[in-house]
């Protein structure tokens, strides 16, 4: 079944035709002018006019475990980040069961393919361990029909054992085309040194999926507990492994940002997760010196990437004081390497409309009111559309997922089941059945 989209402005951060279409079956079969287009060549065509076509999103870190958060009254009040992570998120997924977990899923990835966003890695935390990410997984994937690919939180406040084995069994039976796994550790400052070497005997060279230098606290306690920096530390138990990603990286210093490149690591931003927890912000400059690929994500702060772009994009000119201190060639740079990325993982390709890549896709309504050609485009998509990015159309291996802006019925009746787990996590914290033992000495 092959299906085409016509007489619509086609823009795939590398080629641009308006009018053109685009002839796709599970993947993009052939794109170009409308005037090279033949009508036989399709099964179905979808008119396009007055729309932008191009490939779908794909977000670098998330946290679904946090969707619930949403509109949940913590009555804490936080000075430091070790309080928001204390007081907040490690209250609330240890709340989480496997039910709320898939529940947490299914919104997090509606969501997420109605903003646009085809491909999700998730970092998962969670009261109940075992079990965790295949349910994850059935949400996300089998159930919406998201590419994801999960890691289980590894981390000295829970089970070790427990969680070496979560994150083990799942990278051992995943690694597809729509799923594969990471080896999920929290962030050196909950990981003690047998945590690591634990680890180290159970890693079988999968990329680790870590939070580093978050906080300016996390290479504090490095230093002080270890006598060594965190990234340093993470070589040091030869946890770098290629493709491993190295979350925020806010205070690594020029060694660590060299150690990263010679380990073929990637460093996810999350700079909107930044400057909401007040702890600064990342300098892409320095990791773009050492050519380390950048990817961008949202830390689960919000349900989309195009506005993480633009918090990137706006972000770094105050934070450089330098108005082209990130410029276009950056962000495409940042988005680039994000497809390369999850394609890497996935054994796919992802992020072109060229033949053989996968065709993940987005239609948007789009008018441009001033002029647009291949030398402008994303221009037009970082000041005329990110900041309310939200396609009409939105398929995966071909099919729709999200067709008018709708998913179908028995997605939508799978959310509005959602707010009921939300309730039951909640009364779990009300009434305090959280676990929160872990101490140290932050
Ligand atoms: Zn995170």
Redesign the pocket.
Known sequence: MTKAIINAIIFDFDHFYNPGYVLFSDTIIKVGPMDTFSASAADEIIEGRNHLVMPSLVVG?T?IYSAFARGWANPETFETFPEILKKQWWKLDASHTLPSLYASGIVSAVDHVKNGVTTLID?NASGTIEGALETLKKAVVDDVGLRAMFAFETSDRFNVDTCIKENTAFIETNQNEKTSGHFGLHASFTLSEDTLKKVRRNLNGAPIHI?VAEGKEDEEHCVKNHGERVVERLARHELLTPDSLI?HALFVNEKERALIKKHRAVVAL?PG?NMNNGVGFPDFKALKNQAIPVIAGN??LSMGITQEYLNLFFGSHLHTHDPQGFDMTDLQKVIDDTYAYASRRLNIKLGRFKKGYKADLLMHPYVPPTPMDKTNALGHLVFGLFSSFKPSDVFIDGHFIVHHYKVSDKTNRLYQNASKEAQKCWKRLEEGRVNLEFENNL
Do not use: I, L, P, Q
């Open positions: 870190h946290h970092h939070h979350v999350n997760s830390d689960g």
